[in-house]
């Protein structure tokens, strides 16, 4: 005979184990979707540029970064707006460490 206490506690077991199986699929999800982000160019950079892939060091700004790659032919302001928007990022914010890709010419 199954005590309340005992189906209590297997149904704590049981709920524990469902929420760790949950909690490792998000873990397994956000692993595939880090490593999918790593490995890939971003969606938005057109197939008519070569990319770099550059690694931000202290003291770079998305200018400086720019001004390094800049065709001769582009606006300074237009191209800082291209590797801010094919990069995802807002208000010109990167961080050391962080890699951006920057169109380096037009084919």
Known sequence: MVTSSKLRRLQRARKLRRQRSAF???VMVLVVMMAHSAFSKPENIKDEYDVVS???QSGDTL???AAE?????KDMREF???????NGIKDCDIICGQT?????REI
């Open 69 to 73: 790659y800049k065709p001769d032919n």
């Open 80 to 86: 800082v707006y291209e590797i801010a928007a094919n």
């Open 54 to 56: 550059v690694t931000v």
């Open 100 to 104: 951006i890709f920057v169109p380096v």
């Open 63 to 65: 200018w400086s970064i």
């Open 24 to 26: 490792l699929m998000v």
